[in-house]
């Protein structure tokens, strides 16, 4: 490995996880309907992850990478992520915003489109 791929290696470990957590958010958009764990524990999952500030700082440099409602989709997690507390004392608080979540007209038209696709 050159010294310049060396010393740029944390970095490349960043961006790799945040291509596999996106696609993650991606894959959730398309397989939603067909797997049986539920929204309630992959957003709150979602959330967590929304929150890392490595995850927002690549993002911006990725998400051309992914479908326009996966960019919507990743808006509103970061969008929501904001409004909780870290560190998160309760968890409670995670389930109560997926609950809103659920309930946003964004969000169901994200879910409508994706169906549609």
């Known amino acids: 490995m050159s010294q ?9 470990d960043e961006q790799y996880i945040s291509i596999v957590l996106i696609q993650c958010w991606e894959d959730y ?6 797997e049986k764990t539920g929204d309630d524990v992959w957003l709150c999952n979602f959330l967590q992850w929304a929150q890392s500030l490595f995850l927002k700082r690549s993002y911006n440099n990725l998400k051309y990478n ?3 409602l996966t960019r919507d989709f990743a808006s509103l997690l970061f969008e929501n992520a904001d409004l909780i507390p870290i560190p998160a004392n309760d ?27």
């Open 4 to 12: 310049n791929a060396t010393s740029h290696q944390p970095e490349m």
């Open 29 to 34: 958009l398309t397989f939603r309907t067909l």
């Open 66 to 68: 992914f479908a326009p």
């Open 91 to 117: 968890p409670e608080v995670y389930r109560v915003t997926v609950k809103k979540l659920l309930n946003n007209p964004k969000l169901l038209i994200i879910f409508e489109k994706r169906n549609q696709e």
